[in-house]
């Protein structure tokens, strides 16, 4: 069968590290072929280098047959290539047919709107993609935005198409619906290479499977030869564990108390309606509902990023309405958000500034009037060493590390504060298989040690696994709590929609 892309020898180094040693990876065309590794391994750094956003330093590349050699995107697109990002480069106040012809128009001259939506209404038929062409981006699920980046990809001629950690930010039913496209365009002959840690997902999906290792190709398998456990053997080298906690006494010391909490939001829609829960000293209570029925509200609420509209949040027994989101994590919460990007991290600064955002009131990263740089750093090496953040040193920026690392970074700064109540939403996504194992030993260890967490995640093994208490979000309301050891999936799944149980 014909290749579509073929890599040979690719090489790229940043300074301290090979990101891509000696690469070697053949897609055939109109396969979907997965690229699998730990946070770090390089998948990223190989991907954009086939979409010319960077270059390597050895290595060929040939696609479809012939040899290239991209300066940028630009090159890439020319040559049929297309990658979708993570974080979605869409312009929300404008409809879907505007972003997919937004920078495409001509340099002068007028739009040919009417041309540019027959073609997308053709596409969209062809591929069997199904978006409004006149909807407002900002009114959109996810699934949805993602479905018009690919679409922005199609349109511009793309016949191989990369996805760099596509389902991450997906709810189950949204990875079915992209699975289902992505089957429909391999059978109108497109290529498709994703990056994905959910290795269950990578075994249903993919034609062959490639295994990266510190920047090293380690095998390409057929993914019927496979488990997911070996898959993870290859990629990290040894047996992982899974999550699990044992059963035990937890004694009755709230460190959160939340009395009829709730929201409006601006346009008046209840986002959160008399929401009464509780998480004691010790143990660690989980959230689970589909994305969009409230747990980031109410996340965002306890924490003092919004103001509820009513009803009461105690921490350690002290009311903290009105309390700012400093003084709050100063008083002993701590807090992971979803959104690493937005909330999380500085990207242009150093590690060890980041390490000690939110806590530099607090040694050893300052003392309430001046940052101690020389403690900061110290400190940092020690999350680094301690959460095996891959990193070559304290001084790189936030942005030369890997997603995952970048998490792993997150993870370590806010569970070395040692909060009193840890609000943990979506810990381990982007994190790989081993790391995820390692984050959920520490949190268990954590909890073992007193500290309240509260955890919100799409990850029906981790929440089932880690959870000592388990509620049910729906529509803004807690409406049920469930036993996490004795609920299946299928019985938690129905709660989270609503659905009659
Ligand atoms: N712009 C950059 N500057 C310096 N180092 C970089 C840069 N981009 C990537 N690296 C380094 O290259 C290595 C590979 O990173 P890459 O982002 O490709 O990993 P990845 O396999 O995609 O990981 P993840 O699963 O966490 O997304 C890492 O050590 C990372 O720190
Ligand atoms: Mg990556």
New binding site residues.
Partial sequence: MALAVSLKGITKR??G?V?NDNITFDVEEGTIHALV??????????MKILYGMQQADEGTMTVNGTPVHFRSPTDAIAAGIGMVHQHFQLASNFTVLENIILGMEPGRGTIDFDGAREKLVKLEEAYGLDVDPDAYVSELAVGEKQRIEILKVLYRGARILILD?PTAVLVPQEVTELFENLRHLKAEGVTIIF?N?KLDEVLALADRITV?RR?RTIDTVDPNDVTTKDLAELMVGSELPTPSIEARDIPDERVLEVVGLGLKATEGRDRLTDVSFYVRRGEIVGIAGVEGNGQLELLETIIGMRTQTSGTVTLNGENIDGWTTAERLDKGMGYIPEDRHTHGLLLPAPLWENAMLGHQRTPPYGNGFLINPKGAREKTQEIVDKYDV??VGVE?AA???????QQKLLFGREMEAKPDLLIAAQPTR?I?VGAQAAIWGQLREARSAGMGVLLASADFEELLGLSDRLYVIFEGRLVAELDPKAVTPEVLGKHMTGAEV
């Fill in positions: 940043f300074p590290v990101a590794g730990e946070n770090g391994a390089g998948k990223s750094t190989l950690e990056i840690h990266i920047g891959r990193t790189v942005l030369a590390l890997s997603g995952g690392n982007g790989d």
